[in-house]
Nanobody, 118 residues
Framework: QIQLVESGGGLVQAGGSLRLSCAAS????????MGWFRQASGKEREFVTD????????SYADSVKGRFTISRDNAKNTVSLQMNSLKPEDTGVYFC???????????WGQGTQVTVSS
């Protein structure tokens, strides 16, 4: 099983950009679908985007389409989230998650805070 550590969160003004990174340790990273989820204060965790283990298939929540881009580097065991045109409603704790061979997400990082000011 892999372990995940996120980095790159912070405070940014609306319209700005941030890049989140998730570093995985352990074997079999390339067999995991990797996703980003977020949780705003007082709300449930929600799906943001994911990328297949091959890197050739991605999906996005409607709220972030055209603004966020997920990518992965299996050689470096990393997955990244480029966030552009950020909005205050993007504020929350962002979690990196791993799904082994299409199973339920069972591996999570500790989360990184993203705050977008208006």
């Amino acid at each position: 099983q892999i372990q995940l550590v996120e980095s790159g969160g912070g405070l940014v003004q609306a319209g700005g950009s941030l890049r989140l990174s998730c570093a995985a340790s352990g074997r079999a990273f390339s067999f995991y679908t990797m996703g980003w989820f977020r949780q705003a204060s007082g709300k449930e965790r929600e799906f943001v985007t994911d990328i297949a283990w091959t890197g050739d298939r991605t999906s996005y929540a409607d709220s972030v389409k055209g603004r966020f881009t997920i990518s992965r580097d299996n050689a470096k065991n990393t997955v990244s989230l480029q966030m552009n045109s950020l909005k205050p409603e993007d504020t929350g704790v962002y979690f990196c998650g791993g799904s082994f061979r299409g199973r339920a997400y069972a591996v999570w990082g500790q989360g990184t805070q993203v705050t977008v000011s208006s």
